[in-house]
């Protein structure tokens, strides 16, 4: 929310999966949604995993970057 400059709660999100859905983003804003995930959480994301389903998908993006993570451990 911080790199899209979104001034959200984060409870706002609820159960929703889809961040097309929750923020209605543009190709540039995805760019900028990756971008600053592999910032904050110190990954880089595959350039063959950038798949829209992968990213639009939170849940799906959650397990991606947690498995990142746990390989970097």
């Not at 899209?4 to 209605?24: K, N, P, S, W, Y």
């Not at 959480?41 to 939170?58: K, M, Y």
Request: hydrophobic share 40%; net charge negative.
């Amino acid at each position: 929310m911080e790199t899209l400059e979104l001034d959200l709660d984060g409870d706002v999100i609820g159960d929703a999966t889809d961040i097309d859905q929750l923020f209605g983003l543009d190709s540039v804003a995805i760019i900028e949604f990756v971008l600053g995930i592999e910032k904050e959480f110190g990954v880089t994301i595959e350039s063959h995993r950038l798949e829209r389903q992968l990213i639009t998908n939170l849940d799906k993006l959650s397990v991606y970057i947690g498995g990142l993570i746990d390989k970097s451990s």
